[in-house]
């Protein structure tokens, strides 16, 4: 490695997964991107308030998933822990706005730690 060069960080990435209990046997991924796109994600996420989590390993995963098709049952149960904690977090706040408790947590995206 050259130390005059800068450094590059990695390029991003993001997949934004949806659930709904009423419809959906399991989480699906709803956006996946790379670049430019996936910083638009996060962006947006970050901007409706979206819980967001790093894991580079599941985001790797969850990016070779197609668009609107269901998680692979192996990483079911990580996905699984992420929404639960979505559910509790979102219903902590809730409460403490005094507001009634919306336990649907819209979208998770796993790929870098919120600012």
Same mark, same amino acid.
């Given at each position: 490695?050259?130390?005059?060069?800068?450094?590059?960080?990695?390029?991003?990435? /993001?997949?934004?997964?949806?659930?709904? @209990? /009423?419809?959906?046997?399991?989480?699906?991924?709803? /956006?996946?991107?790379?670049?430019?796109?996936?910083?638009?994600?996060?962006? #947006?996420?970050?901007?409706?308030?979206?819980?967001?989590?790093?894991?580079?390993?599941?985001?790797?995963?969850?990016?070779?998933?197609?668009?609107?098709?269901?998680?692979?049952?192996?990483?079911?149960?990580?996905?699984?822990?992420?929404?639960?904690?979505?559910?509790?977090?979102?219903?902590?706040?809730?409460?403490?706005?005094?507001? @009634?408790?919306?336990?649907?947590?819209?979208?998770? #995206?796993?790929?870098? @730690?919120?600012?």
């Amino acid at each position: 490695m050259d130390p005059s060069q800068p450094t590059r960080a990695p390029t991003a990435l /993001a997949v934004a997964l949806g659930y709904d @209990p /009423a419809t959906d046997d399991a989480p699906r991924v709803t /956006a996946s991107g790379r670049g430019a796109f996936a910083e638009q994600l996060l962006e #947006i996420a970050f901007a409706n308030g979206v819980k967001v989590r790093e894991d580079a390993d599941l985001a790797e995963i969850l990016a070779a998933v197609d668009v609107e098709s269901p998680i692979p049952p192996a990483v079911f149960a990580t996905v699984a822990g992420i929404l639960s904690y979505v559910y509790r977090i979102n219903g902590r706040l809730a409460e403490f706005h005094g507001r @009634p408790v919306d336990a649907t947590p819209g979208t998770a #995206i796993p790929g870098r @730690p919120t600012p």
